[in-house]
């Protein structure tokens, strides 16, 4: 064990593996401590939407802090006040629509169980529903939403009158809505593996929440802010939400999550019923700002388009691949078996970063910045870490 690995286990909680110290990064590359550079196909897990010290990114920050960082809730700043129009324009909430800044995803959809259950109180409902291998966050209302063991058996009891179904049309329908006061739903289940919904299964959601009075909430935090190529992955099905949660993407880096309603959710929150008192400072929100205007000006969502096409047939015929799914630069590859977690290791001995959200797939999220000579090193790495694999496991397989 290097000496930084026992400082990490010495002074930080023991929540989780660290593979490297990683000490600078620059666009789609990071470098240890050791002087090690690794192609970074993980983006912070979906967040570094335009790499590492993006001019942008570091222009925003710069100039920004040499102004103003934080002032607290009890003041509104001109970077506040213009994200939250920007995020109602390209979302199309329309006039009705309403912002809050939180500082994470997990905070976000903690606003927004808030959401449902003032909604609840209002129509005489109290259960939530969310569908199995969903991940909303760890604090605990956001946990409540998450069904997987791992992380909730240690907290128990947890909120109640929270339902979990599959996610089918037939498990919509077969729902009992009587006492539904809000479904959450991830338009991509990112944590499960990068899974996708059945065609119609967010319409289908909509139209029975509206037919009985029960809030759509989608969880947009690994899928939002461009990340699946459009704005926000619920708009390619037509459909409009009653409010929406975001983070990750939104900053490129810089801790930023947010609440977006529709129409009369938008109305629910009164003052005294939330609040955060770094949500939405000015420093977070004016790289928000620079980070959607740099997205925006630049095309960047058809870059997400074209690589993510580029990446899927790159990897389709490559050994121990079977498939993938997701949405633009949001790409789960599929193996024949249980082999993601020795991928990711190999790919890391060969400079390279994904995860393994499930044994048997490989996640990737590249920031939208990559052209083709990204796509061609993370070809030749995967291609190279995945024969790594394969020859082990045909040894094995001949021992």
Do not use: C
């Not at 400082?7 to 600078?24: F, I, K, P, Q």
């Not at 401590?33 to 710069?62: E, K, Q, W």
């Amino acid at each position: 064990m290097s000496a930084w690995q026992d400082d990490a286990t010495r002074d930080l909680m023991g929540l989780g593996g660290r593979l490297a110290l990683l000490v600078r990064g620059e666009g789609s590359a990071v470098w240890d401590a050791d002087g090690n550079r690794y192609l970074d196909f993980l983006g912070g897990i979906a967040v570094n939407s335009l790499g590492h010290a993006h001019p942008t990114f570091v222009n925003a920050v710069s100039q920004q802090a040499a102004v103003l960082s934080h002032v607290s809730n009890y003041f509104a700043t001109p970077q506040q006040l213009e994200l939250a129009a920007t995020l109602k324009r390209l979302a199309g909430t329309g006039e009705a629509g309403r912002v809050f800044f939180a500082n994470s995803g997990t905070e976000a959809n903690e606003t927004a169980v808030k959401l449902a259950r003032l909604h609840g109180n209002k129509v005489g409902k109290k259960g939530l529903v969310s569908l199995n291998h969903a991940f909303h966050g760890r604090s605990m209302g956001a946990l409540s939403l998450t069904p997987k063991p791992l992380y909730q058996d240690a907290f128990r009891p947890l909120l109640p009158d929270v339902t979990y179904i599959d996610n089918t049309l037939e498990a919509l329908d077969e729902l009992d809505w009587s006492d539904v006061a809000a479904i959450f739903i991830e338009p991509i289940q990112g944590e499960a593996g990068v899974v996708e919904h059945p065609a119609g299964f967010l319409r289908r959601a909509r139209e029975l929440a509206t037919e009985n009075n029960a809030l759509l909430i989608v969880d947009e935090v690994q899928t939002g802010m461009g990340r699946t190529g459009d704005w926000f992955a619920f708009q390619r099905e037509g459909i409009v939400p009653d409010a929406m949660t975001l983070a990750k993407g939104i900053a490129g880096g810089f801790p930023l999550g947010a609440l977006v309603t529709f129409g009369e959710a938008s109305e629910l929150f009164y003052p005294g019923t939330h609040n955060s008192t770094f949500g939405g400072n000015p420093l977070a929100t004016a790289v928000g700002l620079a980070v959607v205007a740099e997205v925006e000006n630049n095309d960047l969502l058809a870059n997400v388009v074209t690589r993510g096409e580029q990446l899927r047939a790159a990897v389709t015929d490559l050994p121990l691949v079977t498939g993938t799914s997701g949405k633009g630069l949001l790409i789960g590859i599929h193996l024949d078996g249980p082999h993601a977690g020795a991928v990711r290791e190999a790919a890391h001995r060969r400079g390279l970063i994904v995860n393994a959200p499930t044994d048997d797939i490989i996640r990737i999220a590249p920031a939208y910045t990559i052209g083709d000579a990204e796509v061609e090193e993370f070809t030749r790495l995967f291609a190279a870490a995945l024969a790594d694999v394969n020859g082990t496991a045909s040894e094995e397989n001949n021992a």
